[in-house]
C-alpha cells in the first residue's frame, strides 16, 4: 500500500503496533475486506498468518480486492486458530451475532455504471439477506444479543438510505461496520459516518483511522 503515497509509509509496523497496544486477547475485531494482494490462496497464507498473530478473535470478510478468496469450505480450512470469515451467513462471536456481505458500488456514486452494476449489487443483497436471515436464527435463543453488520463497500452514501441500509435497519442491527474508501489526510468526504434508522455506521478503513483498531463498543 506504500505506493498509494507517504501516509501509508511503514503501515503494516503501524498497524501491529497499535493492534498490539489496544487489542487483547478476548477483543473481538471485524476485518472488513481488502486483506491481501494475492491473487491466489496459497499466496494469501503468509498475509493471514501475519493477522493471526495479532491478539484477538477475528472476522474477516471478503473485499473487492481480496481474489484469492476461495469457496468457504477451502478457506476455512486454511485459516489460523481464532479466525473465522464471513460468507452468506452469520456467526455467534459470543457478546454479539455478526452478520454482513462484500456490497457493491450503490447507484449514483463514483464508478458505478448501473447497467453494468445492477446484478451484482441485486446479487449481494440477496447474499445480506441470508446473513440475515442467518443472524436472526442464531439470535432465536438471545434475541436481546447486539447485531453487529459488516460490510465492504459503503451502504450509505451521503446519510441517505440504500437497499443495503433499509435490510440493515428491518434486521434490528445497531452498528454497521465498513471500509473499501481511502483519501489523503485531511481529504475524507463528509458523511463516510453516518447514524441512520438506529444503526451507527463506521468507516473502519486503515489510513481513515490512523491504522489504529477503532472501538465500536464496550460489551
Do not use: Q
Not at 106 to 117: I, K, Y
Amino acid at each position: 500500500m506504500d505506493v498509494f503515497g507517504p501516509h501509508w509509509e511503514g503501515h503494516r509496523e503501524r498497524i501491529r503496533r497499535s493492534w498490539s497496544e489496544s487489542v487483547s486477547s478476548e477483543d473481538l475485531v471485524l476485518v472488513p475486506g481488502d486483506i491481501s494482494w494475492a491473487m491466489r490462496l496459497e499466496e494469501a497464507l503468509p498475509d493471514l498468518d501475519w493477522l493471526g498473530r495479532l491478539p484477538g478473535r477475528k472476522v474477516i470478510l471478503r473485499g473487492n480486492h481480496d481474489y484469492w478468496w476461495p469457496t468457504s469450505a477451502r478457506l476455512r480450512k486454511a485459516l489460523p486458530p481464532g479466525m473465522l470469515a464471513l460468507a452468506n451467513d452469520a456467526i455467534d462471536a459470543g457478546p454479539v451475532i455478526v452478520a454482513g456481505t462484500r456490497g457493491w458500488r450503490l447507484p449514483g456514486t463514483e464508478g458505478s455504471d448501473d447497467a453494468e452494476d445492477g446484478r451484482i449489487l441485486a446479487r449481494e443483497l440477496i447474499r445480506l439477506r441470508l446473513s440475515l436471515d442467518a443472524a436472526s436464527g442464531l439470535r432465536g435463543a438471545d434475541p436481546g444479543k447486539p447485531l453487529v453488520v459488516m460490510m465492504h463497500f459503503p451502504p450509505v452514501v451521503d446519510g441517505r438510505e440504500s437497499p443495503f441500509t433499509r435490510e440493515i435497519t428491518a434486521s434490528g442491527a445497531s452498528i454497521c461496520v465498513y471500509g473499501h474508501l481511502h483519501a489523503a489526510p485531511g481529504r475524507w468526504p463528509d458523511g463516510v459516518d453516518a447514524d441512520l434508522g438506529g444503526v451507527r455506521y463506521r468507516l473502519a478503513s486503515a489510513d481513515r483511522l490512523d491504522f489504529v483498531p477503532l472501538l465500536l463498543e464496550e460489551i
